[in-house]
């Protein structure tokens, strides 16, 4: 029983081994439209001799994905074996194309050709499209920095499954797009068909002028999903890829007469003031707090310029760290900053704060205009500041020679009249002393070398080198106002924008781009690799504390010294 079972299994390989391969091709339909996935499907009777080479594919075609699956039977003594593939492709473009036959070792399907025809890309949905796209912007021309509002459009007849949109792309490699919302699902009913449509928006800020493209965006999805088998219940539908046209907008420049620190292109910019209690109803020496708010539509936080606080005699003034937010609606950016500001009037009167300017332009009117917070007058109650009494030189003229009266040196007695010539004598030695003292000051000054730059100065420029290689975006912040506040230890510095004016150009920028990014959504994706680089090539005096050589002088103290020498 044994041995005829072994020679039923020879036989049997045998037989398996003699049936010569019988390969077709067909597709799942034809004609198919560009950027829809279709399915090759090839079939073999009896055994092939390799695996099939897809590679010829490829060059007209993106395979999506394969799938093989094997039946055998054996009837009468007939043996019969079937293997299917199944691969799933897109076209690459349009016309009449040629599937190229496919190699299984020494056997070859072979080749049959498909029609591939164009999709409606970025226009409004056709009738007989199971899925298009639809982009458009809310303006032909934006300025430079400005808010542009990009919309998407989905269109589907169908369900859709695993779907997906590209990033968005621009030729501007700075421009900064910030997503406004979450999606919408709604339907809308085009040409008598009803399509659900799935909508999302985004904010684009170009960073340069000139012409700007946004790319085609892709859309892909699984349509109207089906099962193939009962043994395949997990397939999602045909994948539909669709494209939109690339767009192209014009971005114009800072308007000629603009000062550029002052350009903050919005669609509305508004500053208010809150207090913590009545302004009018103060008492000396105790505080008082002041919060203002600077809030802008169509632009992002870290843009909104400094709130500039003017100092008022008699009332001291300690601001906290400005807090910024951004959030986002269907219609764009809103931003805001905030600062808190600690007040203490030393004595009771009357204190006027000055006014609050924000220069901005309105990108609806196309127009300069400028957001203004009233003065404010602070009315404390208390002990008023102590006047001193200035003399009157009438008066002490007549203290010192009473009308009718000789004068006193008329009355000195002799011996005081003689102690005169002593303290003539003593005051000239004592004007002669401070002026050796001056000259001699004077000359070691020219004389004495430069100083060397001090440890701490040193120590606090390796800190900053060190936060750029480690990528932290906070540290080096903290680093770089210490380190300033070192090296200029006269100057103002409370903010990263108060160090730009006293550095280079390479340095200055690469100080804006981090206090940029500590402002952003994503501070960790700072690098400091540019900024470690314009911080190394200062020479190592200027750095350290010694002349100030390359380096921009503060403007503030350029006016100064214009001021003083024009008086």
Not at 129 to 136: D, G, K, L, P
Not at 551 to 564: A, D, M, Y
Request: one cysteine or more; aromatic letters at 6%; glycine letters at 6%.
């Amino acid at each position: 029983m044994m041995k005829q079972f072994l020679t039923a299994a020879v036989l049997l390989l045998t037989a398996v081994t003699a049936l010569a391969a019988n390969i077709t091709a067909s597709v799942s339909r034809n004609p198919v439209t560009l950027d829809e996935s279709f399915s090759l499907i090839l079939k073999a009777e009896g055994q092939v001799s390799g695996e099939p080479d897809l590679s010829p594919l490829k060059k007209d075609f993106e395979v999506l994905g394969t799938s093989q699956s094997t039946s055998m039977n054996y009837v009468n003594g007939s043996f019969s074996r079937k293997t299917v593939w199944t691969i799933d492709l897109i076209s690459k473009d349009v016309g009449v194309l040629t599937i190229p036959s496919i190699r299984f070792g020494k056997d070859s399907s072979p080749s049959l050709r498909v029609t591939v025809k164009d999709s409606n890309a970025g226009g409004q949905p056709a009738a007989d499209q199971a899925i298009s796209i639809q982009v458009t912007t809310d303006k032909k021309t934006v300025w430079r920095q400005a808010q542009l509002v990009l919309d998407i459009k989905l269109f589907h007849k169908r369900d859709v499954r695993n779907a997906s949109l590209s990033d968005i792309e621009t030729s501007d490699p700075y421009a900064i797009i910030e997503k406004l919302g979450d999606d919408s699902n709604y339907e809308v009913v085009r040409n008598g068909v009803r399509y659900g449509v799935i909508e999302r928006k985004y904010a684009i800020f170009p960073q340069t002028s000139g012409k700007l493209t946004i790319k085609p965006i892709r859309f892909e999805a699984h349509i109207g999903a089906t099962r193939r088998s009962f043994f395949d219940p997990f397939v999602n539908g045909a994948l539909k890829r669709v494209h939109s046209a690339p767009i192209e907008i014009e971005v114009k420049p800072i308007p000629f007469g603009v000062n550029s620190s002052e350009w903050l292109p919005a669609e509305q910019v508004l500053i208010k003031e809150e207090w913590s209690q009545d302004p009018s109803k103060l008492a000396a020496g105790e505080p008082v707090t002041r919060t203002i708010t600077l809030m802008a539509h169509g632009i992002l936080a870290s843009q909104l310029p400094d709130i500039q606080l003017p100092e008022t005699d008699g009332v001291k003034q300690y601001p906290d760290k400005p807090v910024l937010d951004s959030r986002t609606d269907g219609n764009g950016v809103v931003a805001s900053k905030q600062v808190k500001i600690a007040m203490i009037p030393a004595y009771g009167g009357k204190y006027t704060l000055p006014e609050v300017r924000i220069p901005w332009w309105n990108t609806r009117t196309g127009k300069a205009e400028v957001a203004t917070l009233p003065a404010t007058t602070l009315v404390v109650s208390g002990s008023a500041k102590p006047t001193t009494a200035k003399p009157d030189p009438a008066a002490a003229a007549s203290d010192a020679t009473p009308a009718g009266k000789p004068d006193i040196a008329s009355h000195l007695s002799q011996p005081q009249a003689a102690s005169a010539p002593f303290w003539k004598w003593l005051s000239l030695a004592l004007a002669t002393g401070w002026a050796l003292t001056i000259v001699a000051w004077l000359f070691s000054r020219r004389k004495a070398p430069a100083a060397k730059p001090t440890a701490s100065v040193s120590k606090l420029r390796n800190q900053v080198l060190h936060s750029c290689q480690q990528h932290d975006a906070r540290s080096c912040k903290n680093a770089l106002l210490a380190w300033a506040s070192a090296r200029w230890p006269t100057q103002r510095i409370g903010n990263l924008m108060d160090i730009v004016p006293l550095m280079d150009e390479a340095s200055a920028n690469a100080i804006r781009e981090l206090n940029s990014a500590l402002y952003s959504d994503h501070p960790d994706n700072w690098r400091g690799d540019k900024l470690a680089q314009a911080f190394r090539q200062l020479s190592e005096k200027t750095a350290d504390g010694g002349p100030e050589t390359g380096l921009v002088e503060p403007l503030f103290k350029i006016r100064q010294t214009g001021k003083s020498m024009g008086e």
